[in-house]
């Protein structure tokens, strides 16, 4: 793990700020996609490529990365926004997003992005494929390995069968270089998941599947920080990080409304919250913003 | 009669041919690869010793994972091990894997470009006395659709062996398709093998009538070819095991010389060799075709040899549709 301090604490959230603008700015631009679940995992995005992962922005190649699986491909504007700011590919790239022959596709696809480790989009097959990956690791590399599979979900996938298979098999395979973090927000495109397809309690469902289950507040940088470094620790079981997150985060007339799941905000919406993260909510006057 | 250039074996006509299940191919295929490469996995949903993966299993254990029933986990967690540079090959019966999972082979194996191989056993209505819900007759069509899937249905045990170990080559996504029955030994370890490029069986010069045929299919048709002689029709029989990429090149030269063909699977008659055939001289060169394969309807539990003769699979039916093809070139 990476020193973390108040300096650094401050220069990630000052980060994932930027990350939620670009995220509005792109969705404007694209005039469709999704805008609660980007908000929502802006911060944990951060602290991923700016503090956690063992990556190359410069050289997506680098066999030695750790990998991040996304498995729920919708909330890609996040990835892309934060995947441009840590150097993979131009920041004006953004404005692509979901444009015919753009490199940033509506749903993400490997071939077309260096730097994407799968391509993702139907919902509940990410967790399988990072098992695949550390499975893969362990066997090259040998229990102890420190190449660790981030596997980035929602919780409205949890719905799926195939996120319960895998789930089964990482306890079973007790695969200490796996960890997976759900966005619990809480919302889905018909509703609140409480409604949809109750989940809890989810914490004592992974840990009956043999998981050590960490649960969080995922705007905590404190608190994001050191969830990874204790799933880093842990031995003989695999991880999974429940991120409580506020969906359409920063944004208040976004936050906590499943409307916003799948829709983006058009002109007037986008300028008034570009407004909000550019003022830290009208907590800075100036004109120009 | 036997096309002297193929080396087959030499007792296939006779009434005590030997017989082998193609599934015993892959076992032994799958095997020789572990040892050649150890990039070589193996994955399996509950039924290593049916698909005869429980070679490799015992041979690479740490090689070797047992997902359990769980087809969809099967694919995906194939997909992530082949994105960290392993050559996977996942077995399950071919009604559960690609049947249940087609999605996830979509989207996580040919969209995302991952060279797993799906191994899909007790394939076509041959399987035999466990009936409709386990006989796949539409998984052809299933993989063939999917953008860069290779599909290979071998004709024999030993056929099965070289398409194992040529699949650990080809860098793609592929579905291997085997067959639950013993079936007669047509080629041999000095037949020739190469994915994508099918093999004349028997040709004659008077050949009036291609037969295209894959899988266990493939000795009917050659048991039919023998009877139409004996009635003084020749024809041309042709083993396409790779259904995708489909070797046009020989089916264009064939449709050119004979100018009228039949097609013969263990699959439905819709989306499969048969399809793929017509797909391609449709536009090409079209002559007169018949397809041979189940008639848009489920198996029952039989013996495999009773349901192929009764869903119009027999030898019967293949000199019957190659006599009406003969009608129909004008």
Known sequence: MKPYNDDIKLDLETKANLVRQLVIESLIEAGSGHTAGPLGMADIFVTLYFHILNHRPSETTWALRDRLVLSNGHICPVLYATMALAGYFPISELKTLRRFGSRLQGHPHREWLPGLETSSGPLGSGLSQAIGMALGFRLDLGENTERYVYALLSDGELEEGNTWEAVLLAGKERLSNLIAVIDRNGIQIDGFTKDVMPLEPLSDKFESFNWHVIEIDGHNFDDIIDAFGQAQAVFGRPVVIIAHTIPGKGIPEFERDYTWHGKPPNLKEGKQALEKLRSLQGRIKNDYL | ?330
Not at chain 2, 102 to 128: F, L, M
Not at chain 2, 160 to 167: G, P, Q
Not at chain 2, 174 to 186: D, Q
């Open chain 2, 1 to 330: 009669m036997l096309n002297p250039s193929q080396k087959l074996n030499s007792a296939l006509f006779d009434l005590q041919v030997k017989q082998e299940a193609i599934r015993d191919g892959f076992g032994v295929g799958l095997e020789m690869a572990g040892l050649i490469n150890n990039q070589v996995v193996g994955l399996c949903a509950d039924l290593s010793e049916s698909t005869r993966m429980n070679k490799f299993a015992e041979a690479f254990p740490d090689r070797f994972f047992q997902i359990g029933v769980a087809e969809q986990n099967l694919v995906t967690v194939a997909s992530g091990l082949a994105s960290v540079g392993k050559i996977p090959f996942a077995a399950s019966y071919a009604m559960f894997s690609p049947g249940r999972n087609w999605e996830q082979i979509r989207t996580t194996i040919c969209y995302n470009d991952q060279p797993v191989k799906i191994v899909g056993a007790h394939a076509g209505i041959s399987v035999g006395p466990d009936g409709g819900t386990h006989q796949a007759t539409e998984d052809i069509a299933l993989m063939r659709v999917l953008p860069r899937m290779v599909v290979v249905v071998p004709a024999d045990s030993e056929e099965a062996k070289k398409a194992t170990l040529a699949l650990v080559e080809n860098q793609a996504p592929s579905y291997l398709r085997l067959a639950r029955n013993k079936s007669p030994i047509i080629t041999t370890s000095e037949s020739p093998f190469e994915l994508g490029k099918g093999n004349v069986l028997i040709e004659s010069d008077q050949a009036e009538v291609t037969i295209i045929a894959c899988g266990v299919m493939v000795y009917r048709a050659l048991m039919a070819a023998k009877q139409l002689k004996t009635e003084g029709i020749m024809v041309t029989v042709v083993n396409i095991h790779t259904i995708k990429p489909l070797d046009t090149e020989l089916v264009l030269k064939l449709a050119k010389q004979t100018k009228a063909i039949v097609t013969v699977e263990d699959h439905q008659q819709m989306g499969g060799l048969g399809s793929a055939v017509a797909e391609f001289l449709v536009a090409t060169y079209p002559v007169p075709m018949e397809l041979i394969g189940l008639k848009d309807v489920y198996g029952q539990s039989g013996e495999p040899d009773e349901l192929l003769d009764y869903y119009g699979l027999a030898i019967d039916d293949i000199i019957e549709a190659t006599k009406k093809v003969i009608t129909r070139k004008s």
